[in-house]
Structure formats: structure tokens, C-alpha cells
């Protein structure tokens, strides 16, 4: 069975510029939550989506928006990248959502921003 | 927000020895997790904790979610030098599935 996959795996952006993560989830995982992992804040949640609809979400700014679609594939992006945007970002997935769900991760997606 | 408190933030062990880290958190959780990340992956699930005392293992490694539900501990025994990463200890609250992770305990084992 395939794991979580996401593309791209290396990303390099400018100041201002604005990008978008995608995040195949294992098959059968209707759930997808995000994650942004730097060294200075460890892994901070972003949002989690279920059945097309954002079901939680953490706290970063409305820059930070996210979909998930019919077969439950997920896109994140961020507009008007910041210095402070650089980070691994992590995509992980989970049959349903809540207990005895645990969430698998995939590899992640290292965006730098210059 | 909440916060998890992972300690140590760092271990250099010898091979053969055993290891224990723990998580302490400021409220309570229904479920405490472990996982392990390697250099360039994502974190991969070690132990899943349900239930206040429980205690399970997964080869060489036992966690324990605690009584007051506000913490967990791992345990490695007997290191062996593919052990080397970072610990990460999570846990989950009623809200669905948004999980709160620890700083990290980073792993070193010399031969």
C-alpha cells in the first residue's frame, strides 16, 4: 500500500510570491491534516480537512489556506511568502478523523523562502 | 495554547544502553503518541497510548500514558545505532484529529 505522497519534495520561493504544496493521502484515508515544522517552533498544526471540509484548524494567519477534494487529495498554499515561511511542511492522513485514527505522515515538502 | 513539555531535548548514549524520555503536558490528553523522524522524512508512528496506565510495547520500545493523563514516557532498550533520529511525543485532545506535539528528544548512538 502506497504511503502519503507529496509534491514537490524541495521548493525555493521568494519574498511575496505565493505556492502551493499538494498531498496525496494513503488510499482509503479520508482525512488530511497539515503541519509546519521549523527548528525554532517544532511541528505546529495548520488545519485538518475531512470529507472536503476544514474540520480544525491551528493558529496561523489567513495567509495559510488549504482544500481538499473529492478523491481526498489536499493542496495548501501560502500567499505573499515571508523569510518566516520557510519550513518542512507536513502532510499526514488518517482514515477518519479522532481516536483510533492515527495520522500517517508523508516525507514533506522543504520550502525556503529567499 | 497547549503545550507539550518533551525532555531531554538531547541524549548521546552508548550502544547497548537503555534510553527513557518523557512528555508532560499542562492539560489532559485522551491519547498520547510516539513517533520517530529521520533526516529528510516525516515522523513515523512508533506506540499509539489509549487509555490512562496503559502501558505497550513495540519491540524494544514500551510507553506508559500516565495516570493523571497528563503525561508519557518511552523507553529504549538496548540501543542500537539505527535508533539515531528525533523522538517526538504527541498528544490528542477532544478535537478532532489536531494532535500537539513535544519539542523533540534528538537521539545519538555511538558504536
Known amino acids: 500500500k502506497a504511503g502519503v505522497t507529496q509534491t514537490p519534495r524541495y521548493l525555493i520561493k521568494t519574498r511575496g510570491q505565493q505556492v502551493t504544496l499538494s498531498c496525496s493521502p494513503i488510499?482509503?484515508?479520508?482525512?488530511v491534516s497539515w503541519y509546519q515544522q521549523t527548528p525554532g517552533q517544532g511541528l505546529q498544526f495548520l488545519f485538518e480537512y475531512f470529507s472536503e471540509t476544514q474540520r480544525n484548524k491551528g493558529n496561523f494567519p489567513g495567509r495559510f489556506s488549504g482544500r481538499q477534494f473529492s478523491n481526498s487529495r489536499s493542496e495548501m498554499n501560502v500567499s505573499t511568502l515571508e523569510l518566516g515561511d520557510s519550513a518542512l511542511y507536513l502532510c499526514?492522513?488518517?482514515?477518519?478523523?479522532?481516536?483510533?485514527?492515527?495520522?500517517?505522515f508523508g516525507p514533506g515538502t522543504r520550502l525556503t523562502v529567499l | 495554547g497547549q503545550q507539550l513539555n518533551q525532555s531531554p531535548q538531547s541524549m548521546f548514549i552508548q550502544e547497548g544502553e537503555d534510553v527513557s524520555m518523557n512528555c508532560t503536558s499542562s492539560?489532559?490528553?485522551?491519547?498520547w503518541l510516539w513517533y520517530k523522524q529521520d533526516p529528510g522524512e516525516g515522523p513515523v508512528l512508533l506506540i499509539a497510548?489509549?487509555?490512562?496506565?496503559e502501558l505497550t510495547s513495540n519491540g524494544r520500545l514500551t510507553a506508559q500514558f500516565g495516570i493523571t493523563r497528563k503525561d508519557s514516557f518511552l523507553n529504549i532498550s538496548a540501543s542500537i545505532p539505527s535508533d539515531v533520529g528525533i523522538y517526538f511525543c504527541?498528544?490528542?485532545?477532544?478535537?478532532?484529529?489536531?494532535?500537539?506535539f513535544g519539542q523533540g528528544t534528538e537521539l545519538s548512538v555511538k558504536p
Open positions: 499526514a492522513s488518517s482514515r477518519r478523523q479522532g481516536r483510533y485514527n492515527e495520522q500517517f
Open positions: 488510499s482509503g484515508h479520508r482525512s
Open positions: 497510548l489509549y487509555k490512562a496506565g
Open positions: 504527541a498528544g490528542r485532545n477532544n478535537q478532532g484529529g489536531k494532535l500537539i
Open positions: 492539560s489532559i490528553f485522551n491519547t
